[in-house]
């Protein structure tokens, strides 16, 4: 069974950076898609971006293409997210997931992402 543990998060200034790690253990983690996801407070988890297997191709929420870069190292096991420029409105506990078919099926715990202004 897939654990799926992020971590990186903390408090920024707007116009700060942070990277966003994932470590998978269990399954094969160059086999699957893998991507990123968040949820502000009273509001729905949504997507902000996806990886392809070899890394080649990805996928960004309109609101942070040029400021955000999905990562992996297949043989680390790791996907990451460096997030440049950072607003306010990008705070939110920030998830890593795995794809299986057309669906992300499994999470980690979170790691929560403060922007102050």
């Known amino acids: 069974q897939v654990q799926l543990v992020e971590s990186g998060g903390g408090l920024v200034q707007a116009g700060g950076s942070l990277r966003l790690s994932c470590a998978a253990s269990?399954?094969?983690?160059?086999?699957?898609?893998m991507g990123w996801f968040r949820q502000a407070p009273g509001k729905e988890r949504e997507f902000v971006a996806d990886i392809s297997l070899s890394g080649l191709i990805t996928n960004y929420k309109d609101s942070v293409k040029g400021r955000f870069a999905i990562t992996r190292d297949n043989a680390k096991n790791t996907m990451y997210l460096q997030m440049n420029s950072l607003k306010p409105e990008d705070t939110a506990i920030y998830y890593c997931?795995?794809?299986?078919?057309?669906?992300?099926?499994?999470w980690g715990q979170g790691t929560q992402v403060t922007v102050s202004s």
């Open positions: 269990g399954g094969t983690f160059s086999n699957y898609v």
């Open positions: 997931g795995r794809r299986t078919g057309n669906t992300f099926t499994s």
